[in-house]
């Protein structure tokens, strides 16, 4: 059984597995939610998602314990943090 933890994912609280992406997480809580999975929004408004999952296209940029603009693809999880997305209404 994989070491779990615990991390709030635009509110929700989501349990993963240890070694997980915050870009996996996001993608965990929207399919338990039922919701789009999306990290932020455009200028223009349009929703957006991780694309190349290594840190190249930036389209997964979210905020993590209040710091803006981290690549969620290339962060892990840690115990009780708190990510924000941009793709609420
Ligand atoms: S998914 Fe492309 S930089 Fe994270």
Do not use: K, Y
């Amino acid at each position: 059984m994989p070491e779990m933890i615990t991390l709030s994912v635009d509110g929700r609280s989501t349990s993963v597995a240890a070694g997980t992406s915050v870009a996996a997480a996001i993608a965990i809580a929207a399919a338990r939610a039922a919701g789009p999975g999306v990290t932020r929004r455009s200028v223009g408004g349009q929703l957006r998602a991780p694309l190349c999952g290594m840190g190249v296209c930036q389209e997964c940029r979210v905020t993590v314990n209040g710091r803006a603009h981290v690549l969620s693809c290339q962060t892990l999880c840690a115990p009780g943090m708190d990510v924000q997305t941009g793709g609420a209404p």
